[in-house]
């Protein structure tokens, strides 16, 4: 079992920048597929961002792609989300989600998340 905690978030205007991070309790994050949620108030959860267990497979939703990048250190047990020229419609709770030994899409296919972390876009 593993325990995520994401941290990062804050206040930021339009155009600018935030990195969140991801730590991972234990010693077997290589074998988890990570992946970034994000919920806005009064809106479904919604995926950001995965990258395999090596980082070899990335996939972006296409709504942050060419401005976030998602990335990972195993050896810090440790996953990052590089978020550039924000907007607005940016603003949510960010989760990092993990599952071990298998690819994942939707939510409902990751067996741990994190406790959120709340990114604000002022426009």
């Known amino acids: 079992q593993v325990q995520l905690v994401e941290s990062g978030g804050g206040l930021v205007q339009a155009g600018g920048s935030l990195r969140l991070s991801c730590a991972a309790s234990?010693?077997?994050?290589?074998?988890?597929?990570m992946g970034w949620f994000r919920q806005a108030p009064g809106k479904e959860r919604e995926f950001v961002a995965s990258?395999?267990?090596?980082?070899?497979?990335?996939r972006y939703a296409d709504s942050v792609k060419g401005r976030f990048t998602i990335s990972r250190d195993n050896a810090k047990n440790t996953m990052y989300l590089q978020m550039n020229s924000l907007k607005a419609e940016d603003t949510a709770v960010y989760y990092c989600?993990?599952?071990?030994?298998?690819?994942?899409?939707?939510?409902?296919?990751?067996?741990?998340w994190g406790q959120g972390t709340q990114v604000t876009v002022s426009s």
């Open positions: 234990g010693r077997t994050f290589s074998s988890y597929f």
């Open positions: 990258i395999s267990w090596s980082g070899g497979s990335i």
């Open positions: 989600a993990g599952t071990i030994l298998k690819r994942a899409g939707i939510p409902t296919e990751y067996d741990y």
